[in-house]
């Protein structure tokens, strides 16, 4: 037998690539999607897993070297360090569904684990982020907390606390996680009671709505703190301007990759919570299917290859390390030279600005 019955699933059954029916009779409907395609597909993925890995172990690396980079701040650069690098690892896995969507490799312990532990990971990822922009935040239009800020002790509680939610959401994917086995196709699947689909619900929303809200409401608030602050500044207003305009743009850029790598899978388990179709009425958006799936995957792993970028070398700090750190020099020998990371930059930038002022009315 080629082919399972369609008597042999559910309406609500889907599998990496969508419901579970179009990956059985994609190419009895003309599907498949072009050899080019997919060679264009799995070479983009692969440069974002290089860059992603390189990002993300230099990161780590240049921790790990110089204690004087071991910050609060950067123990959340290095978690999520670690989060995208375990995602990018995934990149391989992405690329053999690609090309073999239809025989699912690693077994039913593979196939629960593989779920479970993407799930966990990319969530811990968003809330490390969220983390991360509340900090800023705090650094930026709280400077009286700044002491308390810099407890490591409670930097490691936070970090602790979004692992500990992150596999306790996990925990609902154990029941309907599955690995189906007819002839030569193997599927590893998921079935979406209504149930489930409460959970998915509350997933998006923490993982995704409530996150990019932090994230926009925030950032907005330290652009117009920033402004305000520049505002002040009497002695070098363009200078002030240079530095707020510098800082706004990346601000931008953090929320609007946050937004390009998740809105899609967003987007994808909005569809699988949707009512239910006939598999007759999955052909005729089984296009959308694929469509939400190559970008959930292009977008997610385009995320784990910028957030080093973002969060790590626009530092002149962590510029200056990962240079010392290429070319095997000890990095103490700049530490005078540089600034402590992107918080401190725009905190420091804020005292000088006061400092500034008042000296000038005395």
């Known amino acids: 037998m080629g082919l399972m019955n369609r008597s042999d699933l559910e309406n609500d059954t889907y599998t990496f690539f969508g419901p579970i029916d179009i990956a059985i009779y994609g190419d009895e409907n003309n599907y498949d999607e072009s050899f080019t395609f997919k060679i264009t597909v799995s070479v983009v993925l692969c440069i974002f897993m290089v860059l992603s890995i390189i990002g993300n172990v230099c990161t780590l690396a240049v921790i790990a070297r110089d204690k004087s980079m071991r910050t609060p701040t950067n123990c959340y650069l290095c978690n999520l360090a670690i989060t995208d690098l375990m995602m990018a690892f995934y990149v391989p896995t992405e690329v053999y569904f690609f090309w073999v969507p239809d025989f699912y490799p690693f077994g039913e312990v593979g196939c629960r684990i593989h779920f479970i532990l993407w799930d966990c990971v990319s969530n811990c990822s968003v809330l490390t982020i969220v983390a991360f922009t509340v900090e800023r935040y705090l650094v930026v239009s709280r400077p009286f907390l700044r002491q308390r800020l810099t407890i490591k002790s409670r930097v490691y509680k ?153 969060y790590s070398l626009m530092s002149r700090r962590f510029r200056t390390a990962f240079k010392d750190f290429l070319k095997g020099r000890n990095s103490s020998l700049h530490r005078g030279q540089t600034q402590t990371s992107l918080h401190s930059t725009m905190n420091s930038t804020y005292y000088n600005r006061t400092n500034t002022t008042v000296g000038n009315k005395n």
Request: hydrophobic share 50%.
């Open 158 to 310: 936070i970090i602790a606390v979004i692992w500990i939610v992150c596999c306790v959401l996990c925990i609902p994917d154990i029941f309907y996680i599955d690995l189906l086995e007819r002839k030569k196709y193997v599927y590893c699947y998921y079935t979406v009671s209504d149930l489930m689909r409460i959970f998915i619900v509350v997933d998006i929303f923490v993982f995704f709505v409530v996150p990019m809200s932090i994230i926009l409401v925030l950032y907005v608030l330290i652009a117009l703190k920033l402004k305000a602050t520049q505002r002040k500044l009497r002695c070098s207003p363009v200078y002030g301007k240079q530095e707020r305009d510098k800082a706004v743009k990346m601000l931008a850029a953090v929320a609007g990759l946050f937004f390009v790598g998740w809105a899609p899978y967003c987007g994808y388990r909005i569809m699988v919570i949707t009512p239910k179709y006939k598999y007759d009425d999955y052909y005729n958006v089984s296009m959308a299917w694929r469509v939400l799936y190559y970008m959930c995957a292009i977008n997610v792993y385009l995320s784990t290859a910028g957030n080093p970028i973002l």
